[in-house]
């Protein structure tokens, strides 16, 4: 008999107290969270217990201790619930002698698509991600963009409701990862509630505020990524500047009450700032009020793994 874990009506996933080990190798620790909808980012750095968390949605893992349900059930045990799941694993171990559309046609078949629509299905499914082109190609030849998009097609083939998306974007060229991104946040907007995982912060921002970060199997924080972006912003803010005129920029920069602090690395400068926005704003008028050519412009602490040293308290050591 599936054990009736919590009321459905609470949300697509209900964990509470939630952990899995590997003999003593512990995966996720004591998850204790409510998923009610919508695009979902999981943050954390690999090893961190992002894919683990995936797989007991999936229903592919049962948790050591602890429950998880989703829509009020356990995906472990009931294949009902486990149909209105779309799943997207980091690796892919696909048949590369078939075709894409043999595959996902062949996905849909096991996610309960009748034989007699399933290549139908799979043709929509493969055209809603942007490979009509490549649908009768084998997934030998695929670049690793073209398999990513494959495996999205193979998770949403059946129509669920409820999406899982391991590291959708890694390997992905710029101009897939913008396509990819519309893509899924198209599925959101339709109503599908996903969880896409990744420990790059600048592509869960392209998809959603809303983010859950998970480190050595436990959650850090979870709620709007702006309001958890402030956790760094606390603390000095690295902003580094590649241009032809490195001590012009700080020059124009040094007076600012902002900034704590000024450094030169070749063909660069690196300033410290207690407001980032305001010295960005600052930087562009330096900028533009001398000339000066601006090769790159980017932030040290602008990534997870800063968000990871302040939420665990290694952020003064800087």
């Not at 391991?166 to 991104?181: Q, Y």
């Not at 420990?199 to 998970?214: N, P, Q, W």
């Not at 436990?218 to 005129?245: K, M, S, T």
Request: some cysteine; glycine content about 10%; charged content about 20%.
């Amino acid at each position: 008999m599936t054990p009736s874990l919590s009321p459905a009506a609470a949300g697509v996933v209900v964990a509470d107290r939630c952990s899995k080990w590997y003999g003593h190798v512990l995966g996720v620790s004591d998850v204790s969270w409510t998923l009610r909808g919508g695009i979902v980012g999981l943050l954390g750095p690999n090893g961190a217990g992002k894919s683990t968390l995936i797989k007991m949605m999936a229903g592919l893992l049962h948790p050591s201790r602890g429950t998880l349900a989703v829509y009020g059930q356990s995906p472990f045990h009931d294949t009902a619930v486990r149909r209105r799941i779309g799943y997207a694993p980091e690796h892919e171990q696909t048949w590369d002698e078939l075709t894409a559309r043999e595959l996902v046609t062949a996905m849909a078949r096991l996610a309960g698509v009748p034989a007699s629509k399933a290549d139908a299905t799979a043709r929509a499914a493969l055209d809603q991600v942007g490979m009509t082109a490549a649908m009768d190609r084998r997934v030998r030849g695929f670049s690793k963009g073209m398999r990513q998009r494959t495996k999205l097609a193979t998770a949403i083939a059946h129509d669920p409701d409820f999406l899982l998306l391991d590291e959708p974007l890694t390997g992905v060229d710029p101009m897939a990862r913008i396509d990819i991104v519309a893509r899924i946040k198209q599925l959101g907007e339709a109503g599908k509630t996903v969880v896409v995982s990744s420990h790059v912060l600048y592509e869960i921002e392209s998809l959603t505020s809303d983010i859950l970060v998970i480190y050595r199997g436990q959650i850090l924080a979870e709620g709007n990524v702006y309001a958890i972006r402030q956790l760094i912003d606390r603390h000095p803010h690295r902003i580094r500047v590649d241009c032809d005129q490195p001590h012009a920029v700080a020059a124009a920069l040094a007076a600012e009450d902002h900034v704590a602090r000024l450094s030169f690395e070749r063909g660069a400068v690196v300033i410290e700032t207690r407001d980032p926005d305001r010295c960005y704003d600052q930087i562009a008028s330096a900028v533009l009020g001398a000339g000066l050519a601006v090769t790159a412009l980017s932030s040290p602490d602008n990534n997870l793994g800063a968000v990871f040293e302040y939420l665990t308290g290694d952020g003064g050591r800087r």
